[in-house]
T-cell receptor, first 112, second 112 residues
Framework: DVKVTQSSRYLVKRTGEKVFLECVQD?????MFWYRQDPGLGLRLIYF???????EKGDIPEGYSVSREKKERFSLILESASTNQTSMYLC???????????FGDGTRLSIL | GQNIDQPTEMTATEGAIVQINCTYQ??????LFWYQQHAGEAPTFLSY????GLEEKGRFSSFLSRSKGYSYLLLKELQMKDSASYLC?????????????FGQGTELSVKP
């Protein structure tokens, strides 16, 4: 079974802090993705990566950056957290091409 | 622009059949996915359509009409555990298979 592991289920941070969300997958997937999920807005793509050290902006990249130093790990960074970044963050991974994405359990992040 | 529409909520009775519709207008099309998401859990893959027609998988079936920009997910012999959010997602063209664009999700409640 594919396993996508996110480092925290719940996280509380303060405005202005630098926040790191970590995601690890164990299936040697080339593609990795970061989404946020908000009521009424669905899942929105923040960034994705299809290879080590490669990254592509999604639909809402502002205020975020990512790092992929190893194939199995994809990190999302909030450079200076703001209250409007309070959300559920979901990581996903997939093989190249038309394969379905597999999701982690999510990190519910609150910025106070 | 990119637009994916699905009903926000639906209610059905245990043992019945329910159809969840999804219409889309996207700049490119490279397949349509359905995911199931229980409250507080990760989305899990249900089905994938890239050609017109019906794909059946046990109690779940998914239909696609590319000319109409339309898909539906059919759930038969509903069970209480089918109460969940159902997400429609269209894959756009792009590097390494493209990215997914998600609808807002349909919250299905199954009543006894």
């Amino acid at each position: 079974d594919v396993k996508v592991t996110q480092s925290s289920r719940y996280l509380v941070k303060r405005t202005g802090e630098k926040v790191f969300l970590e995601c690890v997958q164990d299936m040697d997937h080339e593609n990795m993705f970061w989404y946020r999920q908000d009521p009424g807005l669905g899942l929105r793509l923040i960034y994705f990566s299809y290879d080590v050290k490669m990254k592509e902006k999604g639909d809402i990249p502002e205020g975020y950056s990512v790092s992929r130093e190893k194939k199995e790990r994809f990190s999302l960074i909030l450079e200076s957290a703001s209250t409007n970044q309070t959300s559920m963050y979901l990581c996903a991974s997939s093989f190249l091409g038309g394969q379905p994405q597999h999701f982690g359990d999510g990190t519910r992040l609150s910025i106070l | 622009g990119q637009n994916i529409d699905q009903p926000t909520e639906m209610t059905a009775t245990e043992g019945a059949i329910v159809q969840i519709n999804c219409t889309y207008q996207t700049s490119g099309f490279n397949g349509l996915f359905w995911y199931q998401q229980h409250a507080g859990e990760a989305p899990t893959f249900l089905s994938y359509n890239v050609l017109d027609g019906l794909e059946e998988k046990g109690r779940f079936s998914s239909f696609l009409s590319r000319s109409k920009g339309y898909s539906y997910l059919l759930l038969k012999e509903l069970q209480m555990k089918d109460s969940a959010s159902y997400l429609c997602a269209v894959r756009d063209w792009g590097p390494q298979g493209g990215k997914l664009i998600f609808g807002q999700g349909t919250e299905l409640s199954v009543k006894p």
